[in-house]
């Protein structure tokens, strides 16, 4: 392990809750409805941070709660029957049922797990409930979908099959190119979960082999391992290097050759490397501080660093798991100082003290950065945007090197004046 | 619990929080969890602030509650003020905290701090955005203003004859994320000023705590914006005797009316009357031949209380359109909304729920719409043309040129506004006329997108539904060739007049000569 610099810090935080995700979920699983238990805040919330209106009825919405709700619990759990009730009366498509927990319905203790017992009795065969929480108590950001991968896998029936399995939601197109690419290595049985129909559960079993495609899945890790999935260790996806090694370490795990993984991969790399040229000759010696939010931090500023030869001054993460981020640490430069939490308000001191090029930060903070002078990068961008992946290691570096580029298109003078 | 897709109003801190934001010198300290940090975006992203709303969330977590969470907030009250030295502190919660009842303005006084703390209390559960923001500003006036309450007399309006000075007036009410707030304040105060009035403070938007304690210096407060400060305009009457204004100073009748109201309440003769008329453009483009073909057009309105109210009020009369339907989601506002809508003889629509709207706005088939972002987009799905008139915000709605909807130049921003998209509207009648033309290249579409402005996309979407309804009616080649000949944007309002008019008469298949029954009947 290189010698990275762990801290630790506490104090008021700057990240959205795990919430959030049903922005990305709802949209991976087009036939499950996302509804939260919650108040008018997640539900402002989650329509906040989807950036944009909505153009059609949401497949996502919030059961608010009144204060009738709140005075006795018995009565909230018939209003949510009624609620649901109406809901799959006007969504009959809606094949699962996302119960989400929220900070209120925690701090009160409502009870989902018992409400979507009630439910699965009541629609059996037509719709199904899972819950989970989103909290903002408990979950920061991308650990939503942690929650919801975990609360599908007792729905997972069991196969000793072997396969190659893919956990964490990956854009589409992004997905075919995977498995186009697992086919030429020889590896055809590859499935992923969360899958494009949320009924399409992937079966699962001994011979199951996770290869993990997002870095914050602690918990839904935990639970493959007792259902006897084999967990394939690897660096994550991104980026030229990482997605090399994640492909090289499925190769291994299903016993490729590595002459067959060098004759796949090679073109890959060759043409990957080029068209990070343009970006790296952006982004080369300049000083990057990210702030946390995702978990994808530590992938980025590997990538950064090793592959378009960045400077890191600071790397946070809201959530650090070592274990699971093992080969992405070794593959960091020494003295990387690593920040698991935050105090945003010191840490915003260190940002103005250290001078960066970049930060890497949540939309609240971007534009007050940027009016300070310094140039941004929106954290959420990273989860709504296809950057997985050998072919888009050069549109992820294409996200970083842009506000550089335009910040240096602004601020120069290219026409002369006649 | 109620059901919510997506919600015009955000909770009452956020409402707070605009508050707190508009203003200079303050800060407020909110008990919340991280995720509702989230509030930052609305004002970095949607109004483009180059500063982050001065607000400290508490971000508690769930291991944080077995232990002393009343702690963690003083810990944050502490280090706030330590770093960010404000003149007045407010202390809130929101939804969660609410619930874990740490009492985070108690704490805060308890502290031992000199500067003022405004202890807000926005019962999350109940009230929404506006309603907060309105409470925050009235909280916020009352503790900076309590300690001249016992040594004042009540403020006359005509007090500035007695001091040998002009008149001096608070615009009162504008904040941020407030529609075209910016731009409405600079509009105000330059009609004011040509009237020889002079703005003593405005508020919240721009304001400081200094600025609060010198609101008894003006004569009258114009309050620009019921919904946030219609709360402190009646409590600085009831103390200060300060009287206030209650026209909304949007189109050019009220403008005029707004003027006049000013004017005889400081008691202050109004000298350039016949002038007024010609200080926008919109009485004389509305009058010119061209507008001739706005007039009747069918204008369906919904936004906050006080834009929909204006917007009604201009449409019927400055613009000749015809009002046939209206709407808020303001709850507060609803009896002003509801009296409106009974001149108009059409009945108000008081809901938070957009689907409801879209229906609404569906069944009254016009020809334009007024409303929010969301109506902006079921306008778009059913091809009608729309305008934004308010709240809530999009970042669309904070554009970089001067666009105010008040005063002289707020006219001629709603007419070019409201007139455009409507123009569109000709232009997509247009191409749907020329089509069949050899020169009509395809693809040559107008922004309103293929839409339903297509008869046989009309009657395909609409015809299985039809043929199983209970009715059994059925349209017949004539009639369908028929109903393609009327124009776009009266078309969906013929077809269900002439089915209802087939219903009533028992006919079963509905041909182009029952097209011309219904017609006659219906005129």
Sequence with gaps: MSKVEFNKEAGPREVFCGLTSIVWLHRRMPDAFFLVVGSRTCAHLIQSAAGVMIFAEPRFGTAILEEKDLAGLADAHEELDRVVNDLIARRPEIKTLFLVGSCPSEVI??????????????????????????????????????????????????????????????????????????????????????PRQSTELPKIGKNTKVLLTQPYLSETVRDLKHRGCEIISAPFPLGIEGSTEWFFAAAKAFKISELKFHEIISPLINRAKLALESHKEILKGKRLFLLPESQLEISLAR?????????????????????????????????TKIVEGQHVEKQLDRVRESNPDLVVCGMGLANPLEAEGISTKWSIEMVFSPIHGIDQAADLAGLFSKPLKRNQILTSKTLVTH | MELTLWTYEGPPHVGAMRIASSMKDI?????????????????????????????????????????????????NIKEAVERFKPKTL???????????????????????????????????????????????????????????????EKISPLRWKELGRRPKVNILGPSLLGFRCRDDVIEIQRILSEQGIDTNVVAPLGASPDDIERLIDAEINICLYQEIAEASCEWLKRNFGMEYTNTIPIGIKNTIEFINEVHKKLDLPLTNKEELEHKSKLPWYSKSVDSNYLTGKRVFIFGDGTHAIAAAKIAKEELGFEVVGLGTYSREMARQVRATAKDLNVEALITNNYLEVEDAMKKATPELVLGTQMERHSAKRLGIPCSVISTPMHVQDVPARYSPQMGWEGANVIFDDWVHPLMMGLEEHLIDMFKHDFEF???????????ATNTKDILNSDEKKERNSKEGIIWTESGRAELTKVPFFVRGKVKTNTEKYAILRGIPEISDETLYDAKAYFS
Aim: hydrophobic share 35%; glycine share 8%.
């Design chain 2, 27 to 75: 800060h407020y300290v909110l008990h919340a969890p991280q995720g509702d940090t989230y509030a930052d975006l609305l004002f970095t992203m949607i109004e483009r602030r180059g500063q982050r709303p001065p607000v400290t969330y508490t971000t508690f977590q769930a291991r944080d509650l077995g232990g002393d969470t009343a702690e963690l907030v003083k810990k």
């Design chain 2, 441 to 451: 290249v395809d693809g040559h579409q107008s922004h309103l997108g293929h839409t």
């Design chain 1, 303 to 335: 990538f950064l660093h090793n592959e378009c030869e960045m400077d890191l001054i600071e790397v946070g993460t809201p959530y650090l798991n070592k274990e699971l981020m093992k080969e992405e640490i070794n593959l960091l430069p020494d003295n």
């Design chain 2, 90 to 152: 407010l202390v809130g919660e929101s939804c969660t905290a609410e619930l874990i009842q740490d009492q985070p303005g108690a704490l805060a006084k308890g502290m031992g701090f000199d500067m003022p703390i405004v202890n807000l209390e926005l019962p999350a559960y109940s009230k929404k955005e506006n309603w907060g923001a309105s409470e925050t500003f009235y909280q916020l006036t009352r503790t900076l203003l309590k300690e001249k309450l016992s040594s004042s």
């Design chain 1, 109 to 194: 203790k409502l009870d989902l797990a018992t409400v979507a017992e009630k439910l699965n009795n009541k629609f059996l065969g037509q719709v199904r409930f899972v819950n989970y929480s989103g909290s903002g108590i408990e979950t920061t950001f991308t650990q939503g979908e942690d929650g919801a991968l975990k609360a599908l896998i007792p729905l997972m029936e069991s196969s000793n099959e072997e396969k190659l399995l893919l956990v964490g939601t990956l854009a589409n197109n992004v997905e075919d190119r995977f498995k186009k690419i697992f086919g030429n290595l020889g590896i055809s049985n590859v499935e992923s979960f969360p």
